[in-house]
């Protein structure tokens, strides 16, 4: 039985059982590593795969809609729906399906005295039932999900240190958001 699309989705009144934390440092400073984060989850969830899932398990979100980045109660993806975010610090998405109600929370930490970011990744997850069990063991077990969270962090680490990217408003420019004046290669 699917989710229905309007049916209200809150933040759990208590913290859902943890199930696991990634963590990778980025050198960039934290609004290009926010930039990059919300980058990598519009790549990894704009794939036709991703909405495919999201409808084949019962995702209560399985069209990608809203503002970028991210906007609590505005922002969804497929499977998942912006819960809280605080830029550029911390998002929080919220998301169940037939077989589980999870979080997924992304936190933006200052990496100490070598200056850079700590991006971490915490999901959170009940699995209801013989069938979330079965679930569980699926996506946890097999070690897809730990896969796939250090796949999307590594690419917001890559998209924050590129040397040359387009500014959050568009325009070509470094890193910092100055214009390059050097040909490629140079």
Do not use: N
Request: charged share 25%; net charge positive.
């Amino acid at each position: 039985m699917d989710v229905p699309p309007d049916a209200p989705m809150r933040r759990p009144r208590r913290p859902l059982p943890f199930v696991d934390e990634h963590t990778v440092l980025v050198a960039a400073d934290v609004e290009d590593v926010w930039w990059a984060l919300a980058e990598a989850l519009d790549w990894a969830f704009s794939r036709p795969s991703a909405v495919r899932y999201a409808k084949l398990v019962g995702c209560a979100d399985h069209t990608a809609g809203g503002p970028r980045p991210p906007v609590a109660g505005q922002t969804t993806f497929p499977g998942f729906r912006t819960a809280s975010a605080v830029p550029p610090r911390e998002l929080t998405l919220l998301g169940r399906h037939r077989f589980s109600s999870y979080t997924w929370t992304f936190r933006l930490d200052d990496a100490g005295p070598g200056g850079g970011v700590r991006l971490r990744a915490e999901t959170r997850a009940t699995f209801p039932g013989p069938a979330g069990g079965l679930y569980r063991l699926l996506v946890l077990g097999t070690g897809t999900h730990a896969k796939l969270t250090r796949r999307l962090l590594t690419t917001a680490r890559l998209l924050a240190e590129r040397p040359w990217r387009e500014t959050p408003g568009g325009e070509p420019g470094e890193a910092s958001g100055e214009a390059s004046t050097e040909a490629p290669g140079e």
